[in-house]
Each structure stands twice: as C-alpha cells, then as structure tokens.
C-alpha cells in the first residue's frame, strides 16, 4: 500500500518557520498500528490522518508516542492541504473528531482561521517541582484539561528558560507545560509549551494551548482580540479572538515537501 504524505509548516509566513506537520490524507481508516508507526517514524510533534464523510472530514493526530485529542497546527496544516492541493472551492472546511467534536477552518485573503473549542483554566497552587524543573520563580499557576499554565515575570523568563526535560516527564508526564508571560511591542502575550510525556520536548507553536491561554489572557487585558507570539526557537505568530465557548486562532501555512509512504 501507499500513500500520499505532506510537511506543512503551519503559523508561519515561510518555510523553515511555524511548526511543521505531516499531513496523511486517506480515503477509509488504516489500522491505528498504522498510524502511530507512520507518526514514530516521521518523527514530528504531530501527525495528521483524515478521511471524507458526507459535507466534513473525520480527523485524528497523532504524536510520536501517542494518539492526542486535539491538535491546532496539524489541523491547520491539514485545511492548507485541502485549500491549496485539492482545490477545495469552499471557504470553509468542517472536521469533526472522535475526541474534540466538531472544529472548523475558513479561509479569508490573510490566510487560515481555526474555530476551536474554548478551554478557560482555573487557579491551582503551583506544582513543589515546577520552579526547580523550569529553572525560574513562577508567580502564578493554572489547570485546564492536560495543560498546566505557569505565569513568569516577564517576556525576557519565557525566552531564556532551558528547562529539565526530564525532570517534567517525571513529575507531570500526563500534562503538558504552558510558560507564559504578558507581551512586550506587538504581541498581547507570550508563550513556550512543553510535554515531554507525549514525546515532544519543546513544541514550536501549539494551537491547542492557545485555546488555553486565549480566554484567559482576555480575562486578564480586557480585549477579545489578541496577538500572541510562540517563542520556540522557530517560533510562530497567531491571531487570536475570544468568542466565549469558542476561540478563532488565525495564521499561515507553506507546504514544504510532498512524498508517499509505503507499508
């Protein structure tokens, strides 16, 4: 068997930039063997398999370990393919997932709008580890879902931080790490995301903690439209609204190879 394979690097304006996704469109569903080896094997934070049914397409991401509920940049990714390399004539292109239920892309002339569910965090008092494993003082601690966000002092904490992979994966291997900070010139907010327990030490961009730290920054400034920048090492730049039960998280995608898979 073969198949079609895409990277596409997604929130970004070129190449080389974003975060980068392997893309698998199917015709029917391989067997899920199959699709965590293909994702092991391209080695990527994400990768992304869907399949037609009747006006939407049924999606699943996975990571190199593991299958994973939601995935902002894959799924961005997977609308850039059906835009651009399949001439979908829609502006819109709905998914549906067996974990996070329905999920939208549209497409406008400043490039591609995530409609995602909305997952406002709540105060917890700050993990005995977290300041040891991040090398830095956190101010504040949040929780929502398999996220922990982790308040800094400033934009310059979040960029500088080198943290202890492993320590985090032994102490909080089921919950991924958000670092985040109040912007300096353009950006609203900042932002670092890390889950070595799913194998992805440092993600460069991550759509999904944006559905995270989207209301709970617009709680915090008082504006529902924000800018918000990814300081990965390749980083990322992603436009953000809050609409209450649902957040918009805009941004751009360039394809960079395109290939087939045999198994």
Known sequence: MTLPIYQIDAFCENIFEGNP??????TEWIPE??????????NLAETVFFVPAE??????????????????HATLAAAHYLFHH?????????????LSGKLS?????????????????????????????????????????????AHVENEKTVKELTPNFNMIND????????VTAKGTNEADFVSRFFHPGIGINEDPVTGSAHTVLIPHWSEILGKNSLVAHQLSKRGGILLCEDQGERVLISGKAQTYLKGEIFI
């Open 33 to 42: 063997n199959s699709m965590q080896n293909i994702a092991m094997e391209n």
């Open 55 to 72: 006006n939407e397409y049924q999606i699943r991401w996975f990571t190199p370990e593991t299958e994973i509920r939601l995935c902002g």
């Open 21 to 26: 996704a392997a893309v698998v469109p199917l």
């Open 171 to 178: 102490q909080s291997p089921d919950l991924g790490i958000i």
């Open 105 to 149: 892309v549209t497409k406008d002339q400043n490039g591609l709008t995530l409609n995602f569910p909305s997952q406002k965090p709540s105060k917890v008092n700050t993990p005995s580890f977290l300041e040891k494993a991040l090398g830095c003082k956190v101010d504040e601690c949040f929780e929502s879902g398999m996220f922990l966000v």
């Open 86 to 98: 399949q001439n979908i004539q829609s502006d819109k292109i709905q998914f549906v997932s067996h």
